[in-house]
C-alpha cells in the first residue's frame, strides 16, 4: 500500500481534551468489547463454530466505537458485511450476536443470515450486507421513505449507510448517491477506508484514491477523518448527521484506519507488504488509545486490565450462550419466505414429491 | 379456479388493460397514502406506455416520483422505503432493464425477509413489461419472467385480461411481500370487461378460462390471448381444447394444471420465453410428475426460437411463437391431420 495516499487530515478534537473521564472510559470499554469479540470470533472459526465467512472489525474499534457513539436510537443503520462491532455497539446484546455467528435460533437473525447478515429491527439495525453495496441503495430508500414521513429538524432520523473502500467502485455507490443528492435525502455514507477492498489496496481501485472527492459528482459535502482518532469520528459523525437530519443535506464521510489481520478470518493477508502491516500494528486504536487515557490519568493500568479482563468474561459468556443455544427447527424451514400467505407455496424438501398424486 | 373476491355487486364496463392498470393505481394511491409510484418517465412523460397518464397531476411528485435512469438505484430505493413501510410501485420500462437492477431484487428484495427471520417484509411491486413482436430488436424483446419465476422469495404474476390486470395489481399492491408484476406490451390496448369496484385476485391461482375435454393448453400473459383464439378455432374442427391461464408463474398452482390434464389427456405450454429451461419446461415436469398416467401424448411446447430476437419483420415473425404454430402442433399431439392424407 502506497502510505502517502494514506493521509489524514489533522484531528479536529484534541485526544482526550475536554471531553468527560467517564465518556472517555465508556469509548475505551466499548473498543475492549468489540476486541474481544473479533479475537474469540475468530478463535471459534477455527474451531469450527462459526461458518460460512467471517470478517472482523479488529483495528477498526475507533472507528467502530466513534460512529455508533454518534448515531442515535432513532436514526437508521446499514452496513457491509464486517458488522460484529456496530451490532455490538448499536446495542445487541453479544449473546444474540454470537449465536448468530454460530447460526442458532437464538441469533439475531434467527441464524439465518450469519456473521454477514446481523438484523436487528428494534434498534434500528437494518442489516448486515454480503454482497458488496448491496446496503447503497436500501439504505438510500429509507432516507426517502424518512423524508416523506418526517419534518426535518433536530428531532428527525436520518440513515447512516456504512460501506467499504472497494465500494466505491461499483455503480450502486454512484447511483444512490446521485439520487440523494438529487432528492435532498436524510443520510450518511461512511466510507470506512481501510486501505484495502480485498486484497487490492485503494490506489489500485480507484483512479481517485482521495474518495470523499467523489462527493463533489452528487453537490454533498465529502469529509475525510483520521478512523485511529474515536472522538475525531464521532464529532465528524455527529456533524454529517445533523446536516441530514436538519438540512437533509446528505454527506459523504471518509474514516481512515486499517484492517489489523486479513479480509476475512481464512485469510492469511500474504499481499501485505511488511511496511503495511507495521504501520496497522502501530495505528492499532485500541492499544494507543488505553495508554493515552492511562497517560490522562482517566484510568490506571490495572483499571484497564480489568476493563479487558470485564470484556473477555463477557464474552466468554455469549460463547457459553451461543453454544448451549438451539439449533433452528427444520419444520421452520419454510417460516419466513413470504410475510403474505399464499395459495400454492412449494415447500417440499429435496426428495419429496412437489405435489400429491392425483 | 377464478378466486376474485368481490366486495361489491359488479357491473362492468369494457376497457383496456392500460386503462385497468391506470385506474388501479389511481384506486390504490387515493386508498393508501403509504402507496407511491417511482420509475423512469412515469410523471411529466405519463410512462413510456402512458400507464400513469395523469397521476402525476393528481397526486403530485412525492407520490408519482420521475426517477433518473439508474435501474438499481431506484429499484433499490424503493426497497428501502418498503423496509420502512412505504408501499412503493415501481415502474421498470422493460423487462429488459430490470437485468440492471437484478442485485436489488434477487439478491436484496427476495431475500430480507427469510435472511433476517421475519424482522421486515417487503411490500414492494416491480411492474415492467415483455415480449417481443414490435420490432425492437434482440435487446429490447425478451421474455425473462423465468428468472424472477424461479427465486424462492419473490411471487410473480402476469395477467392476461384487462380483469386480471385490475384485480391481480390491487392484490399485488396489498401484498406485504415483493411482487413481480408482468405486462406485456402487446396486450396494453387489448379490450376487456373489467368489474367495477374492488377487485382482489388470490396470488398463487390459476385459472381455467375455457374449458374442454381434448387437449389442455397451458399459458399466460399474452400467450393465453392467443391459445384462447386457436381453442375456439379448432372448436369449429370439432375439437375440444381447454385452457387454462397460469396468472402467477411464482407461486405455480401445479394442482390446477394437473387437474385439467387429468381430464384431457393431452397438454401443449405455449409460451412466449425460449424454450430451453423455460416455464414450458417447468409445467411439462408438473405434469409428468402429477398425472403421467392420465397422458395420452408427450407434453409439447410451443416456445421462442432460441435467437436473440432479430429485428427484420421477416425474421422476428419466424422467430416468435404463433397462434398457427400452437394449431400445428395441438393437430400433432392429438394425432389429426390438416388435411386427410398428411400422416
Given amino acids: 500500500m502506497a502510505a502517502k495516499a494514506r493521509t489524514r487530515p489533522e484531528s479536529a478534537v484534541e485526544s482526550t481534551g475536554g471531553e468527560p473521564a467517564d465518556t472517555l472510559r465508556d469509548y475505551y470499554e466499548k473498543m475492549s468489547l468489540v476486541r474481544a469479540f473479533e479475537l474469540r470470533s475468530s478463535e471459534m472459526y477455527a474451531r469450527a463454530k462459526v461458518g460460512g465467512y467471517c470478517h472482523l472489525n479488529l483495528g477498526e474499534e475507533a472507528t467502530v466505537v466513534g460512529l455508533m457513539a454518534a448515531i442515535e436510537a432513532r436514526d437508521y443503520l446499514f452496513t457491509g458485511y464486517r458488522d460484529h462491532g456496530y451490532a455490538l455497539l448499536r446495542g445487541l446484546s453479544p449473546d444474540r450476536v454470537m449465536a448468530e455467528l454460530f447460526g442458532k435460533v437464538t441469533g439475531v437473525s434467527g441464524g439465518r443470515g450469519g456473521s454477514m447478515h446481523l438484523f436487528d429491527a428494534e434498534t434500528r439495525l437494518l442489516g448486515g450486507y454480503g454482497i458488496v453495496g448491496g446496503q447503497i441503495p436500501p439504505a438510500t430508500g429509507a432516507a426517502l421513505a424518512l423524508k416523506n414521513q418526517e419534518v426535518a429538524g433536530p428531532d428527525a432520523a436520518a440513515v447512516m449507510c456504512l460501506l467499504g473502500d472497494g465500494t466505491t467502485n461499483i455503480g450502486a455507490f454512484h447511483e444512490s448517491l446521485n439520487l440523494a443528492g438529487l432528492w435532498k435525502l436524510p443520510i450518511v455514507y461512511v466510507i470506512v477506508n481501510n486501505g484495502l477492498g480485498m486484497g487490492t489496496t485503494v490506489e489500485k481501485a480507484s483512479a481517485e484514491p482521495e474518495l470523499y472527492k467523489r462527493a463533489a459528482s452528487y453537490r454533498m459535502p465529502g469529509v475525510r477523518v483520521d478512523g485511529d482518532d474515536v472522538l475525531a469520528v464521532r464529532d465528524a459523525a455527529r456533524d454529517a448527521l445533523r446536516q441530514a437530519r436538519e438540512s437533509r443535506q446528505p454527506v459523504l464521510l471518509e474514516v481512515m484506519c486499517y484492517r489489523l489481520r486479513g479480509h476475512s478470518v481464512v485469510d492469511p493477508a500474504r499481499y501485505r507488504s511488511s511496511e503495511d502491516t507495521t504501520i496497522a500494528q502501530q495505528s492499532d486504536p485500541v492499544p494507543s488509545f488505553r495508554a493515552k487515557l492511562i497517560a490522562a490519568g482517566v484510568f490506571s493500568e490495572t483499571d484497564a486490565a480489568a476493563i479487558d479482563e470485564a470484556a473477555d468474561v463477557r464474552v466468554s459468556e455469549a460463547v457459553v450462550f451461543a453454544d448451549e443455544s438451539p439449533e433452528p427447527d427444520v419444520d421452520d424451514l419454510f417460516k419466513y419466505v413470504y410475510a403474505t400467505a399464499v395459495a400454492n407455496m412449494p415447500a417440499a424438501l429435496p426428495g419429496e414429491p412437489v405435489m400429491d398424486a392425483l | ?343
Avoid at chain 2, 298 to 303: G, K
Fill in chain 2, 1 to 343: 379456479m377464478t378466486e376474485i373476491v368481490n366486495t361489491e355487486v359488479a357491473t362492468t364496463r369494457t376497457i383496456t388493460y392500460r386503462q385497468a392498470l391506470n385506474e388501479t393505481l389511481r384506486a390504490e394511491l387515493e386508498r393508501d397514502d403509504k402507496v407511491f409510484l417511482i420509475g423512469e418517465e412515469i410523471g411529466i412523460f405519463e410512462g413510456s406506455y402512458k400507464i400513469t397518464a395523469g397521476l402525476l397531476e393528481d397526486f403530485g411528485p412525492d407520490r408519482v416520483l420521475d426517477a433518473p435512469i439508474a435501474e438499481e438505484g431506484f429499484v433499490g430505493a424503493a426497497l428501502g422505503a418498503a423496509m420502512l413501510g412505504m408501499r412503493p410501485v415501481v415502474e421498470i420500462m422493460t423487462i429488459n432493464f430490470s437485468l440492471i437492477a437484478i442485485d436489488q431484487i434477487v439478491n436484496h428484495a427476495a431475500k430480507m425477509r427469510s435472511m433476517f427471520a421475519g424482522q421486515v417484509s417487503i411490500p414492494l411491486v416491480i411492474r415492467m413489461p415483455g415480449g417481443g413482436g414490435q420490432q425492437l430488436a434482440a435487446t429490447h424483446s425478451q421474455n425473462l419472467e423465468v428468472w424472477y419465476a424461479h427465486i424462492p422469495g419473490l411471487k410473480v404474476v402476469a395477467p392476461s385480461t384487462p380483469a386480471d390486470a385490475k384485480a391481480l395489481l390491487t392484490a399485488a399492491i396489498r401484498d406485504d411481500d415483493p411482487v413481480i408484476f408482468l405486462e406485456n406490451l402487446s396486450l396494453y390496448s387489448a379490450k376487456g370487461e373489467v368489474p367495477d369496484g374492488e377487485q382482489i385476485a388470490e396470488i398463487g391461482k390459476a385459472a381455467v378460462v375455457k374449458t374442454g375435454t381434448d387437449l389442455t393448453i397451458v399459458s399466460y400473459s399474452r400467450g393465453t390471448t392467443t391459445a384462447l383464439e386457436v381453442a375456439r378455432q379448432l372448436e369449429a374442427e370439432g375439437l375440444s381444447i381447454e385452457v387454462v391461464d397460469l396468472r402467477s408463474l411464482r407461486p405455480l398452482d401445479r394442482d390446477t394444471i394437473c387437474a385439467s390434464v387429468k381430464k384431457t389427456g393431452h397438454a401443449v405450454v405455449f409460451e412466449d420465453d425460449w424454450l430451453s429451461y423455460g416455464i414450458g419446461a417447468e409445467i411439462s415436469a408438473t405434469i409428468g410428475e402429477g398425472v403421467f398416467d392420465f397422458l395420452d401424448a408427450p407434453v409439447r411446447r410451443v416456445a421462442a426460437a432460441e435467437v436473440p430476437l432479430p429485428y427484420a419483420k421477416s425474421l422476428e415473425k419466424a422467430a416468435l411463437p404463433s397462434a398457427a404454430d400452437l394449431a400445428k402442433v395441438v393437430r400433432e399431439v392429438l394425432n389429426i391431420s390438416s388435411t386427410p392424407n398428411d400422416n
